[in-house]
């Protein structure tokens, strides 16, 4: 599966933006989704987890109650809308997508990887 994420950019402390991770090459419901993160000079973390149905989502703690993961099955397409962002969100942000029968949305252990898009948070 290929993966295509954008919405990225600069935005204010306090202010939101959605990113959107588009998948092509195979079916889609085959997948849990996830997002993760990388700060500058700082390893990959896990942001959000969604089932392949959409019906069970987790978050980090970080961005618990200001994060929301979601996906769009007939588009393809999972979602993560960020409200209250803080300066130390600002990361390249991936998304990722694992075999959910392999277990992924428990295992944490994601197969294919999209190219990142760039959030900057100023303060």
């Known amino acids: 599966v290929q993966l295509q994420a954008s919405g990225g950019g600069l935005v204010q402390a306090g202010n939101s933006l959605r990113l959107s991770c588009a998948a092509s090459?195979?079916?889609?419901?085959?997948?849990?989704m996830g997002w993760f993160r990388q700060a500058p000079g700082k390893e990959r973390e896990f942001v959000a987890a969604?089932?392949?149905?959409?019906?069970?989502?987790h978050y980090a703690e970080s961005v618990k109650g200001r994060f929301t993961i979601s996906r769009d099955n007939a588009k393809n397409t999972i979602y993560l809308q960020m409200n209250n962002l803080k300066p130390e969100d600002t990361a390249v942000y991936y998304c990722?997508?694992?075999?959910?029968?392999?277990?992924?949305?428990?295992?944490?252990?994601?197969?294919?990887w999209g190219q990142g898009t760039l959030v900057t948070v100023s303060s």
């Open positions: 990722a997508a694992g075999i959910a029968y392999s277990g992924t949305y428990y295992s944490g252990k994601y197969d294919y």
């Open positions: 090459g195979d079916t889609f419901t085959n997948y849990d």
């Open positions: 969604i089932n392949q149905y959409g019906s069970g989502t």
